[in-house]
């Protein structure tokens, strides 16, 4: 069934290439301005990504005005403020993002401010606030999982009053995602085994969604095939370019479907579960997928079975249900490969949630935005004994 | 122009309509328990509304453009007008610019659920209070002289 209403809009030019972060002159052209300030972290500055980034814009005939290195897990407000400063003082033109979402997630939101000037939270945090078009922002993404370098989300930190900004316009959407290969070949497999997770729950919940698209799900098929086909590969053997390449591709497509089909409770969950007991949220989703499916089950199994072939699954002469049943069975077998191959947890025990902190995470889930978009309305006291099953 | 013709018109109607969601427990009780303040602000005709639930009762406080809100809606009136009747998808709306949120954004789709009961609510209280011509669910028939 075709949906009343549903818009596409995706205006970030993507390039793919192992080595081609290095070699961005022609896009560079295109966009027109000549002075970058980078936003990137310690690790990704050790790895020497930085440099190799800074090297290849001189070479393009670009100048980098400053870098900002102490973006930390989950983009905090007091990082956007200190690294705004920064980029203002240096005459920075435009922004390039080297690392994975708390990086990109803090260069969109310095972008708003450096761009329209203001206060973040009072002038811009909330939906569609923006007028116009920021100032250019390359991202180039060093992990395959949050799609970032593709939405038009920026979530933030609000450290002192302790609580998530989201920050939702198509102006945040970047210029150019860089896919390069040759950036992620450092992930260890854990990182990349949960990346992975968070794309594949990306795209599973944007295709069962209640906001999905013909558009949408072409996006999601595709993000879940290349994971299907490379994340194991990924994992176990970090050089192998060819699966990372196709991992950054999948969370690139992953993310382009979410940001139009949104996700469900599984985010919910997983935000709940990172808020409250620090728990990676590509951990938490790699976790919680399966369970929050059933959950859903009886409002999506006639969807979900379309994903069978999808992830390689023989569903010939099986009903919907079978089906559906056979792709949650999938997601548990490529845990399992996962869960050998990169130590991935598969409970939520592995990961210090305590049982009593359960009835917490499903009363949190509830209260997330995502929940609004699943496709069954989401009960604390009915979602509990799946997060039960997934202790 | 919009179906409203006066602000004086639109804002019998919604302040009106909110006083009675204000006053109904079952959504009552979860606006009180949000804390949540929020000012609409309608174009065309323009009124501006602030819904106070930070209280011990729900406050309708219309041309309040002091009070610091927490969430600030911006929309036509007659988007206003249809979304009391369940007819607005919200992604839609936000995306098209139809309506901007500022503020935090979960805070408001958590209370979607908690007023989807004023959904069948409103096109009643039109018919009950006068304002028949404004419910387009059913066919309009004017009055008579």
């Known amino acids: ?391 | 122009m919009g179906m409203f013709k006066t602000t004086e018109e639109f804002e019998k109607v919604i302040v009106g309509f909110f006083q009675l969601v204000g006053n109904t427990p079952i959504i009552a009780d979860k606006l009180l328990e949000s804390k949540m303040v929020i000012r609409f602000t309608y174009t065309d005709p323009d009124l501006v509304v602030v819904v106070d639930c930070a209280g011990e009762k729900t406050e309708v406080r219309p041309h309040d453009t002091e009070t610091k809100a927490v969430v600030e809606m911006t929309m036509s009136s007659d988007i206003a007008h249809r979304f009391w009747f369940g007819m607005v998808n919200l992604t839609k709306a936000l995306t098209r610019k139809e309506m901007v949120a500022k503020g935090p954004i979960p805070k408001v789709l958590k209370l979607l659920p908690a007023i989807k009961p004023s959904y069948a609510m409103y096109p009643q209280y039109l018919d009950a209070n006068g304002f028949g011509q404004y419910n387009i669910t059913k066919a309009y028939t004017p009055p008579t002289a």
Request: proline residues 5%; contains cysteine; charged residues 20%.
């Open chain 1, 1 to 391: 069934m075709l949906p009343d209403f549903f818009e596409f809009y995706n205006p970030t030019k993507v390039v793919y290439e192992a080595g081609v972060a290095t070699d961005l002159k022609p896009e560079l052209d295109i966009i027109g301005i000549k002075k970058y300030f980078i936003v990137s972290d310690h690790v990704i500055n050790n790895l020497g990504f930085v440099q190799k980034v800074a090297d290849g814009l001189a070479e393009a005939g670009c100048e980098v005005t400053g870098v900002y290195l102490e973006v930390k897990q989950d983009a905090r407000l007091n990082d956007v403020k200190l690294c705004l400063a920064q980029a203002q003082a240096s005459g920075a033109e435009g922004l390039i993002s080297i690392g994975g979402g708390s990086v990109i997630d803090t260069a969109k939101a310095v972008n708003i401010l450096l761009s329209e000037g203001g206060d973040l939270v009072d002038d811009y945090s909330g939906a569609h606030t923006l007028t116009r078009p920021l100032k250019p922002h390359v991202v180039i993404p060093t992990t395959a999982g949050t799609g970032s370098e593709v939405t038009m989300i920026s979530v933030i930190y609000d450290e002192d009053n302790k609580e998530k900004l989201a920050f939702v316009d198509k102006f945040l959407l970047p210029n150019l995602a860089v896919l390069d290969p040759e950036m992620t070949l450092s992930l260890p497999p854990k990182l990349t085994a949960a990346t992975g997770m968070d794309a594949l729950t990306h795209a599973v919940e944007a295709y069962v969604g209640t906001q999905n698209s013909p558009v949408s799900d072409a996006f999601a098929e595709g993000a879940i095939r290349l994971i299907m086909q490379h994340l194991v590969n990924a994992t176990k053997d970090g050089s192998d370019v060819e699966a990372r390449g196709g991992q950054l591709i999948a969370a690139t497509m992953a993310g382009i479907a979410f940001s139009h089909s949104m996700v469900g409770c599984i985010h919910g969950m997983a935000h709940a579960t990172g808020a409250l007991y620090r728990v990676p949220h590509g951990v938490a989703n790699g976790i919680l997928l399966p369970f929050g499916l059933e959950y859903n089950f009886d409002e999506i199994a006639e969807k979900l079975a379309r994903l069978a072939p999808v992830m390689g699954e023989d569903c010939c002469g099986l009903s919907d249900e079978e089906a559906a049943r056979l792709v949650i069975a999938a997601i548990r077998k490529l845990s399992g490969q996962l869960n050998e191959l990169g130590a991935l947890p598969l409970r939520l025990r592995d990961v210090g949630v305590p049982e009593d902190g359960l009835a917490a995470i499903a009363e949190g889930a509830v209260n997330d935005g995502s929940s609004f978009y699943n496709p069954r309305e989401v009960d604390a006291e009915e979602l509990l004994p799946y997060l039960q099953n997934a202790y």
